[in-house]
């Protein structure tokens, strides 16, 4: 079965890098056609996407959060990792990574989300 | 910029009524639209995409329509574990996808 996970830091300072790892299994990001996102969503707010990696290492961000981003992938392990420079308070968040659907750019799998608080 | 605006923001329904929630896109969206269900401490599920098919093991009260710029949830008898966010998220036109600020269904 599809599972994803997110780990990292609950906890950054302002102005420090994020680290974020997806650790998937149940399905290969070799396969054709095949791709992870981040999406993150605020407390209490709506959910907003960040990036994307193809299963032949295109990548794709937010264009809000382009120059901050960065996401790369690791196939022998089976992980995706996200990074985000020049943390803030506003960036406080739950951060998912999900696994898009065989077709189109819709999400058939999340992980169950990981709360990263900015703050000094 | 695609704006999805969904309303109402908060709908209140009793337990064996049907609901209605309404999704409306800024621009075409074809039939590009899906929609999760997001329970307190939870990771949103999907339940509907392509606007009106059901994702693998959701049930069959819940129905999706529309197509272009409008679009509606219907969950036809409430149950207890249907009181959640519901957002819509539509992917006409790759990059970006856009989700809605979603639908708060609260047990009247």
């Known amino acids: 079965q599809v599972t994803l996970r997110e780990s990292g830091p609950a906890l950054v300072k302002p102005t420090q890098t994020l680290t974020l790892t997806c650790t998937f299994s149940?399905?290969?990001?070799?396969?054709?056609?095949?791709?992870v996102f981040w999406v993150r969503q605020p407390p209490g707010k709506a959910l907003e996407w960040l990036a994307r990696?193809?299963?032949?290492?295109?990548?794709w961000y937010s264009k809000s959060l382009k120059t901050r981003l960065t996401i790369s992938k690791d196939t022998s392990k089976n992980q995706v990792v996200l990074t985000m420079t020049n943390m803030d308070p506003v960036d406080t968040a739950t951060y998912y990574c999900?696994?898009?659907?065989?077709?189109?750019?819709?999400?058939?799998?999340w992980g169950q989300g990981i709360l990263v608080t900015v703050s000094s | 910029e695609m704006v999805m605006t969904q309303s109402p923001a908060t709908l209140s329904v009793s337990p064996g009524e049907r609901a209605t929630l309404s999704c409306r896109a800024s621009?075409?969206?074809?039939?590009?639209l899906a929609w999760y269900q997001q329970k307190p401490g939870q990771a949103p599920r999907l339940l509907i995409y392509?606007?009106?098919t059901r994702a693998t093991g959701i049930p069959a009260r819940f129905s999706g329509s529309g197509s272009g710029t409008e679009f509606s949830l219907t969950i036809s008898s409430l149950q207890s574990e249907d009181f959640a966010v519901y957002y819509c998220?539509?992917?006409?036109?790759?990059?970006?996808?856009?989700f809605g600020q979603g639908t708060r269904l609260e047990i009247k």
């Open positions: 990696i193809d299963w032949d290492d295109d990548k």
């Open positions: 621009q075409y969206v074809s039939n590009n």
């Open positions: 998220q539509e992917y006409n036109d790759w990059p970006p996808i856009t």
């Open positions: 149940g399905f290969s990001l070799n396969s054709n056609r095949m791709c």
């Open positions: 999900a696994r898009k659907g065989p077709l189109w750019n819709y999400f058939d799998y």
């Open positions: 392509g606007a009106s």
